[in-house]
């Protein structure tokens, strides 16, 4: 089945770097969506891609669909404390009838 | 406000005890998913639903099944609950097949 491939696993930075985290699937994706879940509580959607090639930004945020549909990138710019948190991709194929998969996740932790 | 609701955010049950849990959604999307996640872990979908069209994981235990009687409410129940079964369950919703997805605070199941 498909399957996501999500790295790092882990992440430790100083407060103010910027993070760079990446999926990758050996199959075609036609929605990428980023979230971050805190500990106890569901993941919340941070950004949508839907397009191959798009970039799209939220806030400090910024994602972007790859051009072979097989891989998606998060970069966090300017961190600060209360980005910490687990860090998911998840993908969409038409054919799958609307199934949403996940990547392993990333986990973000931020020194003051 | 709210708009995926699961409920209840905790729930205790015996070994071996029938359990239901419930999501509501206020945003009368097509799409219902049921996931799975135990701790450090991603989320992992046990089944979705497109409208009343069910589509299960070939890997979900027959111990877990699932109802929606309507667009807005979806349940799901385990039948038998062991040990293995203590988890975050979490439900979401999709507009449609590409869209993002929504998801709930997530219930705690804790079996004893």
């Known amino acids: 089945g498909q399957q996501l491939n999500q790295s790092p696993q882990s992440m430790f930075i100083q407060e103010g770097e910027d993070v760079s985290m990446n999926c990758t699937s050996s199959s075609i994706f036609n929605t990428w969506l980023w979230y971050k879940q805190d500990p106890g509580e569901g993941p919340v959607l941070l950004i949508a891609l839907y397009k191959a090639g798009e970039l799209t930004s939220n806030g400090r945020l910024t994602a972007q669909f790859g051009i072979t549909r097989k891989d998606s990138f998060l970069n966090i710019s300017a961190s600060i404390p209360s980005d910490v948190g687990i860090y998911f991709c998840?993908?969409?194929?038409?054919?799958?009838?609307?199934?949403?998969?996940f990547g392993q996740g990333t986990e973000l932790s931020v020194k003051p | 406000d709210a708009m995926v609701i699961q409920n209840p955010r905790y729930q205790v049950t015996q070994f071996g005890k029938p359990v239901t849990l419930s999501c509501s959604q206020t945003l009368n999307h097509n799409v219902m998913y049921w996931y799975q996640q135990k701790s450090s872990q991603a989320p992992k979908l046990l089944f979705h639903y497109y409208d009343k069209d069910f589509n299960n994981e070939a890997d979900t235990p027959d111990n877990f099944q699932s109802r929606r009687p309507n667009t807005s409410f979806c349940f799901l129940d385990i039948r038998s609950p062991g040990l293995g079964d203590a988890a975050m369950y979490l439900c979401?919703?999709?507009?449609?097949?590409?869209?993002?997805?929504?998801f709930g605070q997530g219930t705690r199941l804790t079996v004893v």
């Open positions: 998840a993908g969409k194929s038409y054919n799958q009838g609307g199934k949403l998969i």
């Open positions: 979401a919703t999709s507009r449609e097949t590409a869209y993002e997805a929504f």
